[in-house]
């Protein structure tokens, strides 16, 4: 079965420079999570779009943008970054179904360095 | 949303039944409890979600009691593939599903020994 794909899997970047993380979702999957997860910390939610709209928002710094494309696809944009930007970047991505529970299916993750 | 509480690590052998408890005191009417697994490096992964009594699929059982204000998840002859850390979530159905992201606490570090 077809999965969420994350790109880059892995990505260095320096001090104050930018990243763009991308995730893919599950096809007709048309709601996308961020998280972030730092070295032995628990996920952590940063953003949610749903037909191309933010739906909900967690803890995500104001140097970092995202966006939802017209497939669905999602971008997470990543400006003057910091060494405690390092960790792993998590994408998921859920169904929108009417009175089901939506299960987050979580994609490999992007492991980001800042040095 | 509820916060939750569940111990910290446990350990087991290969072939025993795992059960992990999850505190819940200030769940609400509208709450449900949700578990997920999480490998070394990898993404979160959907177990099992109840409401109460009894929920049973192909990998686990969750038990919730009448008050709900705590729930446990039960691994049947756990492997040394079982060996990952453990999430209880506590929401209303919208979470994780209108859009809204899952708020995870500490989990449960289980460590399957051969």
């Known amino acids: 079965a077809a999965g969420v794909i994350q790109s880059p899997r892995h990505l260095i970047k320096e001090k104050r420079e930018t990243a763009t993380l991308k995730c893919y979702p599950i096809?007709?999957?048309?709601?996308v999570y961020w998280y972030q997860q730092g070295p032995g910390q628990d996920p952590q939610f940063l953003i949610s779009?749903?037909?191309?709209?933010?739906?909900d928002k967690g803890s995500i710094p104001d140097r970092f943008s995202a966006q939802q494309f017209s497939d669905y696809h999602s971008e997470l944009n990543m400006s003057s970054l910091e060494l405690g930007d390092s960790a792993l970047y998590f994408c998921?991505?859920?169904?929108?179904?009417?009175?089901?529970?939506?299960?987050?299916?979580f994609g490999p993750g992007t492991r980001l360095t800042v040095l | 949303l509820a916060k939750t509480t569940q111990p910290i690590s446990m350990d087991s052998y290969e072939g025993q039944e795992v059960n992990i408890t999850c505190s819940h005191n200030?769940?609400?009417?509208?709450?449900?409890i949700t578990w997920y697994q999480q490998f070394p490096s990898q993404g979160p992964r959907f177990i099992i979600q109840?409401?109460?009594t009894k929920v049973t699929n192909e990998v686990a059982s969750l038990f919730i009691p009448a008050d709900r204000k705590s729930s446990t998840l039960s691994l049947p002859r756990v492997s040394l593939s079982d060996t990952a850390v453990y999430y209880c979530?506590?929401?209303?159905?919208?979470?994780?599903?209108?859009?809204?992201?899952?708020?995870f606490g500490k989990g449960t570090h289980l460590i399957i020994q051969p």
């Open positions: 998921a991505s859920s169904p929108r179904l009417a009175g089901e529970y939506n299960e987050q299916f």
């Open positions: 096809p007709r999957h048309d709601t």
């Open positions: 779009f749903y037909e191309k709209m933010q739906s």
């Open positions: 200030n769940i609400a009417t509208n709450d449900y």
């Open positions: 109840g409401y109460k």
């Open positions: 979530l506590v929401g209303d159905r919208t979470t994780g599903g209108g859009a809204d992201g899952l708020t």
